[in-house]
């Protein structure tokens, strides 16, 4: 199956910096979703993104489908930005569901 | 309805019973899925469906896992003598396309946790 790697695993920042997290993945795509669970666990959707460029606010993402990469950027971090953000990415070609990297624990200090 | 909803959200049970888990998609998402996720770790892919069938069952751990959904709408997780390897939280997730997964939306999740 596909692999998606995400950097760094844990990554801790203090209020007000910014950050960049990092998802690779093996195979060609044509789905990519970055989710941020909170720490109640609940997965919140923060981009639909199978290529090219968004942004929401403080966060925006990047995808170059034909490199196998996408990066979420957080400015102005917040600690509420605080959990843990997850890639997952749809294989081309009919595989019909998401795989998840193993995520990026961010921890924001006031 | 205006959002995934599960239920229990938590359930506690002794090791060899059963257990049931209840997820009521978004209203008109054709595609629903079941992930499992374990204390600190990722999302584990369970089960597919597209409307009443299930295309890809790839991910359901053994013969104890078993998932129904009726009417295009709700579906059933059910667990036949738990074990307690089983515990985890159990995230459904629907989509509106067919075809490809198309953008997902999660439930809250049905904490398990087997005695």
């Known amino acids: 199956g596909i692999q998606v790697e995400q950097s760094p695993p844990d990554l801790i920042l203090q209020e007000g910096a910014n950050s960049t997290l990092r998802c690779n993945f093996s195979d060609s795509v044509n789905n990519l979703q970055w989710f941020h669970q909170n720490p109640w666990g609940q997965l919140i959707n923060l981009f639909y993104i199978p290529s090219g460029t968004k942004q929401n606010g403080r966060l925006s993402a990047t995808t170059v489908a034909t490199e196998r990469y996408s990066l979420l950027y957080i400015s102005s971090s917040q600690t509420t930005d605080s959990g843990v953000y997850f890639c997952a990415v749809e294989r081309s070609f009919g595989n019909e569901k998401l795989t998840f990297g193993t995520g990026t624990r961010l921890t924001i200090i006031p | 309805g205006a959002g995934v909803s599960q239920s229990p959200s938590n359930k506690v049970t002794e090791k060899g019973k059963d257990v049931e888990l209840r997820c009521d998609p978004i209203s008109g998402h054709t595609a629903l899925y079941w992930y499992r996720q374990s204390l600190g770790q990722g999302l584990e892919f369970l089960i597919y469906?597209?409307?009443?069938?299930?295309?890809?069952k790839s991910g359901l751990p053994s013969d104890r896992f078993s998932a129904e959904r009726t009417g295009g709408s709700v579906s059933t997780l059910t667990i036949q003598r738990t074990q307690q390897e089983d515990s985890a939280v159990y995230l459904c997730?629907?989509?509106?396309?067919?075809?490809?997964?198309?953008?997902?939306?999660f439930g809250e999740g049905s904490r398990l946790t087997v005695l």
């Open positions: 469906f597209q409307g009443n069938s299930a295309p890809d």
């Open positions: 997730a629907s989509s509106l396309a067919g075809g490809h997964a198309g953008e997902l939306f």
